[in-house]
């Protein structure tokens, strides 16, 4: 059985940084696409960031040049380093792994991120 286990979540001030990590088991995932989402109270799910197996990466418009998604295959665990954070990244941010699409993934339960002004 598939389970994806996020980390690094909390409270930051804006301008801050913070370091999510999902830690996936039950299989290899070395040719599964990874990646993250987020969902803020009210708001729709939203994708924030992706990477494929050939380690192409992809990015949500609001995070572009402040976040970076990368892969670990050994252990496999995706990273999500966020920058300059601002009150608008405030949400519970979700890991998915894939070998299709993001709906069609496996998800983790979620790490709340907040962002104080």
């Known amino acids: 059985q598939v389970q994806l286990v996020e980390s690094g979540g909390g409270l930051v001030q804006a301008g801050g940084s913070l370091r999510l990590s999902c830690a996936a088991s039950g299989r290899s995932f070395i040719s599964h696409a990874m990646g993250w989402f987020r969902q803020a109270p009210g708001k729709e799910r939203e994708f924030v960031a992706g990477?494929?197996?050939?380690?192409?990466?992809a990015y949500g418009d609001s995070v572009k040049g402040r976040f970076t998604i990368s892969r670990d295959n050994a252990n496999n665990t995706v990273h999500l380093q966020m920058n300059r954070l601002k009150p608008d990244d405030t949400a519970v941010y979700y890991c998915?792994?894939?070998?299709?699409?993001?709906?069609?993934?496996?998800w983790g339960q979620g790490t709340q991120v907040t962002v104080s002004s």
């Open positions: 990477i494929a197996s050939s380690m192409k990466t």
């Open positions: 998915v792994v894939t070998s299709g699409g993001w709906e069609s993934g496996s």
